[in-house]
Structures are given as C-alpha cells and as structure tokens.
C-alpha cells in the first residue's frame, strides 16, 4: 500500500515489452463492403468498417497534404457532406471518389496497419531500439572486449550517415564519446548541433564556463557532485547533455560520473519491487532558485521513475538530490520513500563508471536515462557544452536511422 500519493503501477518494467507480431494479422487486408471500406481490427478481433469521415481526413494527396511540410491542408469539420461516390479495389489499394469531386487513394497495406491499434506503436513514437543496460564494471574491462561507445568527429561532421551512427550509439547505450574534435567552444556547438538546435535556459544557450559561481549552482564551484539528472526542477527536462573538457590548468581531480539509471532500475525492481512501486508513484517537487528573480518549478509534480502511460516501460528518471523540494505524500507514508530512496541510492552507488574528460573528446549522454557527477577537484577547469530537447533528438535520430518517409508513414497511422 502506497497511501494517497498513489497505487501500486500496473505493468511497470524498464526495457520496451518485444511487440507481437503482427504478420498474421497484415494478412487481413482491407475489404470492400457496401461502397465502404472495412479494416481487420485487431482490438475486436473483427472487420469494421472505417468512418467516411476519417477515411477523408487522411487522404494523402498533395490538395489534402502539404507537399513540402507535410501538414494537413483542409478543414476536415468544414467539410459538410462527406460521401462516397464510389470505390473501386485495384491490386494494391483503393481509389475513392468523393461526393464533392476530391478522389483519394489509400494502399492496402497503410490501411491495414491503420486498423490495428490493440499493440502500441510506441517503437515508432519514441524512437525505440536494442537498448544495451550496463554498470560500472561493463566499460572498465578490456577496451578490445568492451569498448566505449565512441565515433570519430570527421565522420559525424561528413554526412547525416554519421549523426545516424552517432545518434544510434546514444539511443543504445545511453551516452556516447567523439574522438577527434577540436578542443574549441566552436568546434564543439557545431558538433552538437549537427543532432538539433541547442536548447536554451536560464543558464544560456552553449556553455563555455569554469568554477566561478556565475551562476547559483553548485556545477560552478569545484565541489564533488554525486550521481543525477539534470533539470529535474523543467516540466520537460533537458534530453541530451554533452560536456567537453577543454583545459585543466594547475590541479587535479574532477573524474566524470556515469550512471546507467535504467540499469540501476532494473537491479531496484528485481529485487525491491514495494520501493520500485513508490518511486514510481510517489511525486516529487523540484526547483531551481539560485538565480536573481528566478525560482523555476515544474507545473505538475513527477515521480522519480515516470513511464510510458501505454506501455508501461520506464522512459525518464527524475532523480536530483540537490534541487529536491516537498515530497507529495502523507506524513505517515514518508519513511517509505525514504526507505525507497536509500535502496536506490545503494544501488546507483553499485552501478558507478568513472572516466576522466580528455580535451578533444566530448562525452554527450541522454539525461532522461544516465545519471552523472564529478569527483572534486583543484585548479581551473574549463568546460563548454549545452542541452538539447529529447523530442528533438528522438526526431533526429528516427529520421536519419529509418529515414523521414517510413517516419511519416508512422505518423498517419497514429
């Protein structure tokens, strides 16, 4: 029992559930049935016939859809009679003929995959792939074993095949290192906006900053940071985070911290599952205040572990011991999320890589999955780097990986 901060999560696991096959089911093709068409639905388990009105509102045409932004042209609700003339089958598709004049033409195989809705296309929405789980020992073995997910600058800046490797590396294991980039704050915006644009905060835009409190955070002091995510206190935190080194003058120290946090899920459910549930459930406040005139909070509380509303994975981890506030729960349920909190920090402890940032060798990592932190360090360091919005890169890697039309095919079918 979790209290009046939540229930128990239903399906709640961390890796994407493998999707069933839909192959007998694309067998079904789509019918001609009373001058309408009828899609197998895989929710009834039965043919039903799909509705006029929706069946104009996808037409693909380049009167209905913008040929270059792909958006819709018509007011479909401004549309008063919406019939069909008539529909003729041909061996691959149906063309209709609209009562106004418009004719349309719809595939067999995209209106058969418009009918089956009971599985979640959630693979296409999130940018789904062979996600990789690791701690702390996988990347400390033999480099010839296990090596680092790393790519080589020239061939991220040569083509979009490039990003598409380089952005494959990300998705799969969470973080990803670039071999050769100039050691310059120049150099190094321009690698990270060949995924998107930089995403800007109350901090800026692109970084370049040392250990001089500019900003009221302890990232700018020379204090160990244990392991978190970033802008926990963002509705929408930042998705990607990149960090690079370029000089460490007069000192020593500041290793880089790394977490799987999916991984560290993983261990938690397994083993607790009562405190996986209350750290999936439970929400928690955040805020960023050190700043003149600024106390940024999120608009809606978020647990620590959020998932996916319809498959039920977990897709963020919100976990920043400095910027936490209240914890939503009754007085009397507090101590259970404390419980739940020291497992989760025990096991994130387990889970620990650390690396030393090199100067032309910038680390990027997906904030929304990988803790990070610092060891303390002395002297003068000087790093750059920036965020960029997950939509955004889930955007960037789809299209460069599966190419902008199987994108857009998804797209229409919801």
């Known amino acids: ?12 696991h961390v890796i994407p559930q493998a999707r069933e096959s839909t192959q007998n089911q694309s067998l079904r093709r789509p019918q001609l049935q009373n001058n309408n068409v ?13 509705p006029k009105r929706w069946l104009r ?5 380049e009167s209905c859809i913008h040929p270059v932004t792909k958006q819709r042209l018509i007011e479909t609700f401004d549309i008063e009679d919406v019939d069909i003339r008539s529909i003729t089958q041909s061996n691959s598709g149906f063309n209709v003929l609209w009562s106004d004049g418009h004719k349309s033409y719809f595939t067999e195989d995209w209106l058969t995959r418009s009918g089956l809705k009971a599985q979640s296309r959630v693979a296409e929405r999130q940018g789904l792939t062979d996600v990789r789980l690791w701690n702390g020992k996988t990347f400390q073995a033999d480099e010839h074993t296990n090596p680092l997910p790393t790519i080589h600058y020239s061939e991220v800046m040569a083509s979009d095949e490039g990003v598409g490797a380089w952005t494959a590396l990300i998705r799969k294991y969470g973080f990803a290192y670039v071999d050769g980039c100039p050691p310059t704050p120049e150099a190094t915006q321009e690698l990270l906006e060949r995924i998107a644009f930089i995403r ?40 990607l985070q990149m960090f690079h080194m370029l000089s460490h003058e007069n000192g020593s120290g500041g290793m880089s911290l790394l977490v799987d946090g999916f991984a560290a899920a993983q261990e938690l459910l397994t083993n607790y599952p009562d405190d996986y549930a209350i750290l999936a459930t439970v929400p928690v406040h955040s805020h960023a205040s050190g700043n003149e005139g600024i106390s940024v909070q999120p608009q809606c509380t978020f647990p620590v572990l959020v998932h996916d509303p319809q498959n039920g994975h977990l897709v963020q981890v919100r976990w920043n011991t400095t910027d936490r506030a209240a914890i939503d729960t009754p007085m009397e349920y507090m101590q259970r999320w404390y419980d739940a909190g020291e497992k989760w920090a025990a096991i994130l402890r387990k889970h620990e890589y650390w690396e030393q940032l090199q100067p032309g060798k910038p680390l990027i990592f997906d904030n929304w999955r990988v803790l990070h932190g610092r060891s303390s360090f002395t002297g003068k360091r000087r790093l750059c780097g920036g965020y960029i919005s997950m939509d955004d890169f889930i955007s960037r890697f789809k299209t460069t990986n599966w190419g902008k039309d199987s994108v857009l095919k998804a797209v229409a079918q919801g």
């Open 200 to 239: 800007h905060t109350h901090y800026g835009g692109f970084w370049d900053f040392t250990s001089d409190l500019s900003y009221g955070d302890t990232a700018y002091t020379d204090l160990a940071i244990g392991a978190h995510t970033d802008t926990t206190y963002f509705t929408d935190p930042g998705g």
């Open 57 to 61: 509102d996808h037409c693909q045409c």
């Open 1 to 12: 029992m979790l209290g009046a901060a939540g229930k128990s999560p239903v399906r709640q």
């Open 38 to 50: 009828s899609v197998f639905s895989d929710s009834s388990n039965q043919y039903v016939p799909v």
